[in-house]
């Protein structure tokens, strides 16, 4: 175990409790993702999801109550999130920012200064690995040139992401909900540049609401959040089997109460529901 993590980064979550505005969202979770791997975590709105993604990345207002989060075999909790992705975490956010006035060339460039440290890279240089990362994705020149985000559609700041993660290159990604909002095509497009990534080196946690992406990308395990905890890990063949039963129906076989509330409704309320 000591030697597999020496040679692997691997994400390791124990026990893991957080509260968001003094209400516990995390309710003890466990789940570890190692660099070459993808682990779904699928789970109705209002799950914890987003929660689970933000408190792994660091990101402020999400307190640790319990447990831990352990990444290369060093505890992060106390790492602000640039120092967590220097480390080799990314997050691809759920709903991307507008940057108004910073190009997504200019955007990427300083990404990658700030996560690689050491000597900058000059702009040359980043244009060579920018253009082949592009290249390999299908983004086209007009979209780099644009501000971050500013009046793309939901496919394109998806697209955006997944550049951002190619030309990053972190060891562990968590893709929130990458798949929400996108029309077939782009679904295709974005699943595609997601594929093309997943290797040796990358390991990644892919968060989705729908089973839809996982006919694009198969995923090693598949672990299903309900009210803040893991309710229910498998393997590739847990995806049909949700898509047939439901999330209810999954509740009610796993005699899972929904949780105070019933926060099915909570969070991403601007998605559909089955
Ligand atoms: N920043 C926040 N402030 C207040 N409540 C939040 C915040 N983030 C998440 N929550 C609450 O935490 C619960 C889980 O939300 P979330 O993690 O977004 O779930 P999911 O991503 O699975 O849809 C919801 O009840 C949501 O309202
Ligand atoms: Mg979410």
Redesign the pocket.
């Known amino acids: 175990m000591a030697e597999t993590l020496t040679r692997t980064a691997t994400l390791e979550i124990r026990g893991l409790r957080a509260e ?2 003094g ?1 516990e ?1 995390l309710k003890g979770i466990d789940l570890v993702v190692p660099q070459g791997e993808v682990h779904a975590i699928m ?1 109705p ?7 689970l993604a933000n408190v792994i990345m660091g990101r402020p ?1 999400y307190r640790i109550t319990g447990g831990q989060v352990l990444f290369k075999g060093q505890d992060i909790s106390g790492l602000k999130p640039d120092q967590r992705a220097q480390l080799g975490l990314f997050l691809a956010f759920q709903y991307p920012t507008e940057i108004p006035g910073v190009s997504v060339v200019n955007f990427l460039r300083s990404a990658y200064n700030a996560v690689k440290g050491g000597e900058k890279i000059s702009a040359l240089a980043f244009r060579k690995r920018l253009k082949e990362k592009m290249a390999m994705l299908g983004v086209e020149d007009a979209m780099v040139a644009r501000y971050v985000n500013q009046g793309f559609s939901g496919g394109e700041k998806k697209k955006n992401e997944i550049l951002q993660l190619a030309v990053l290159e972190p060891e562990i990604a968590i893709l929130d909900e990458t798949d929400s909002g996108l029309d077939i095509d782009s679904l295709k497009a974005v699943a595609n540049g997601v594929q093309q990534l997943i290797g040796p080196n990358l390991g990644v946690l892919l968060i989705t609401h729908y089973q839809r992406i996982l006919n694009y990308i198969t995923p090693d395990r598949i672990h299903v959040m309900m009210d803040g905890s893991i309710v229910l890990s498998g393997g590739p063949e847990l995806a049909p089997e949700l898509e047939k039963k439901g999330y209810e129906g999954l509740r009610k076989e796993l005699g899972v109460q929904p949780g105070e509330g019933g ?1 099915d409704n ?3 309320s601007n998605h559909e529901r089955r």
Do not use: F, L, Q
């Not at 709105?45 to 929660?51: C, E, I, M, Q, Y």
């Open positions: 968001v505005e209400k969202i789970g709105n209002g799950s914890g999801k987003s929660t207002s926060t909570g969070g991403d």
